[in-house]
């Protein structure tokens, strides 16, 4: 089947940029969860406009930005002769925007779940605050950030719109399962689309699943 | 705003005592390390905690907090919340503090089936594994009904006494203050008030006792059982005890009274220093309240109605 480095392109996009998200979600979600600086409703409607805006306007404000007569866009064509757009790199860059609240929002709101209080008492007890994080607010945050890590990882796996825009449906390089379906679909070749499709919706469902039997037990326990 | 300058003894049991919203919680905080209260001076012996150009952060500092709530970390079991403090500290044991706050058969629970009582020893037991230069009790016993707080309370001296951390307690409860401390500072409206008159206090211990009652006796008292009173089971058999002496609960008369309800009549001499009457039982020396006394060297019955028992410890262990 010609499918499989459009699936295998799709995993190691989606798995790249989870772990991506994660090394910046954690510590914007932890910063979003303590501070009181006023900046922070700004940080948290940036954070969010993925959410809102059209894949349309984020694909092309995406494109514009890595046009090579910018800085960002010159800069990568210096490095590796290559354009950002059209590129399997292109495409995390856009999945890390598009995917980021995804991550972020359940992590922030994880954070904020850990009370101020047992990070107080971990101090005293002769953690420094890096400690604290790791030892304390981190495993009590654990579900929250399992659940930004899974929701982020099937997201990028579904994204079409900004990824077409950005990455120019290129096979074998850009071009994701989504797009393969909409190809397969333009070509009449529905046999495809069909097994595709289904996969997809398999996978999304197995993994919401999970996430609410782990939603599940954890309120067991308490009860 | 705190208005407050004044030195501390590092040694047993300092309470700071005074009504609601006077500060004590604050002073407490800023002491530790909790708060950033930008014109502090702390100083601990030779180390400065904190001055015009130095803050040392509170996980550097070695001390231990009790809040008023226990505050355990939920995903580790209570053994586990016990050890977070002394691993930090490199500390491996601490068989010492598990015993004396009885927490032996709590180490496998997880924290969320312990009741009020049993995780608030806890919280004690852990600030106390990492052998802290300082202990700071914030209101320990204000989220407890008073049965736990009774329960507890013994538990606070005797821990703290056997592992001779001094101690700094924030109360606003007379008993506990009468209970525990050694001496007292008073906080109000922001400000200290000074050093109060420290609790009436004799030392006793306990030389006999059953599965109810123990028996215990004052030191300096006969073998004749004039200095002797029998007090529910709340210690072990050669163990030194403070008997705390409410102030209410005392009366002081010129005969002795006979046919009476108290716990025990102890004869005293009276005396002055420096101006503040004391009276002397066997050798030991209670603090007077300010009052109408006349007749230095004259002898007075103290009648003891009630007392609050402070547990310190088999002095071998200590």
Not at chain 2, 75 to 100: C, K, M, P, T, W
Request: aromatic content about 6%.
């Amino acid at each position: 089947m010609t499918v499989w480095p459009a699936i295998w392109l799709t995993l190691q996009l989606a798995l790249i940029t989870t772990v991506l998200l994660m090394i910046i979600a954690l510590p914007l979600g932890w910063w979003l969860a303590r501070t009181t600086n006023p900046v922070r409703p700004v940080v948290e409607a940036i954070t969010a406009l993925p959410l809102v805006l059209p894949p349309t306007v984020l694909g092309f404000y995406l494109l514009i930005l890595m046009s090579p007569d910018t800085p960002l866009g010159g800069l990568w064509v210096r490095v590796t002769g290559d354009t950002l757009a059209f590129s399997f790199a292109g495409l995390v860059v856009a999945s890390l925007i598009y995917s980021l609240p995804f991550a972020v929002q359940p992590v922030q709101s994880a954070f904020m779940a850990v009370p101020r209080m047992s990070i107080e008492t971990a101090r005293t007890l002769g953690a420094t605050p890096r400690d604290a994080f790791f030892s304390v607010a981190l495993p009590l945050a654990k579900r929250g950030v399992l659940t930004g890590a899974v929701l982020s990882f099937a997201h990028t796996i579904g994204e079409f719109g900004v990824v077409l825009m950005v990455g120019g449906n290129i096979p074998g390089r850009t071009r994701v399962i989504s797009i393969e379906i909409f190809t397969a679909v333009e070509r009449l070749d529905y046999a495809t689309a069909h097994a595709l499709s289904l996969g997809l919706l398999c996978f999304s469902f197995v993994t919401l699943f999970l996430i609410y039997a782990l939603g599940r037990r954890g309120a067991a326990r308490l009860g | 705003m705190l208005d407050a300058a004044t030195s501390i003894p590092m040694e047993g049991i300092t309470a700071i005592s005074g009504p609601s919203g006077g500060g004590k919680t604050t002073l407490l905080r800023v002491l530790a390390g909790l708060e950033t209260a930008a014109q502090a001076r702390v100083s601990i012996g030779n180390a400065i905690w904190q001055n015009a150009d130095t803050l040392l952060p509170v996980e550097a500092r070695h001390i231990g907090f009790v809040f008023q709530d226990p505050y355990l970390f939920p995903h580790l079991s209570a053994g586990e919340n016990i050890a977070y403090g002394a691993r930090r500290r490199g500390i491996r044991q601490f068989d010492g503090v598990i015993e004396a706050l009885d927490l032996g058969g709590l180490l496998n629970r997880s924290v969320d089936g312990l009741s009020g009582g049993e995780a608030q020893r806890v919280a004690l037991g852990r600030a106390l594994a990492s052998d802290p230069k300082v202990l700071f009790l914030d209101e320990p016993l204000a989220s407890l009904d008073p049965a736990r707080k009774a329960e507890l309370l013994p538990y606070i001296a005797r821990a703290v006494i056997e592992a001779r951390v001094p101690a700094i307690y924030v109360s606003h409860s007379t008993d506990e203050v009468t209970s525990l401390a050694d001496r007292v500072l008073g906080l109000a409206g922001g400000a200290l008030t000074g050093w109060r008159r420290p609790p009436m206090r004799l030392t006793a211990h306990v030389i006999a006792c059953d599965d109810k009652t123990m028996r215990v006796r004052i030191a300096g008292a006969p073998e004749s059982g004039e200095g002797d009173l029998t007090l529910p089971l709340a210690a072990r058999v050669g163990e030194r005890v403070g008997l705390g002496l409410p102030q209410e609960s005392v009366l002081l008369s010129a005969t002795r009274p006979e046919a009476s309800n108290a716990l025990a009549i102890l004869p005293g001499a009276l005396r002055h220093e420096a101006g503040r009457p004391r009276l002397s039982v066997w050798g030991q020396d209670l603090r007077l309240p300010q009052g109408d006394w006349h007749g230095v060297g004259s002898r007075l019955w103290l009648s003891v109605l009630r007392v609050l028992l402070r547990p310190e410890g088999i002095d071998s262990q200590r």
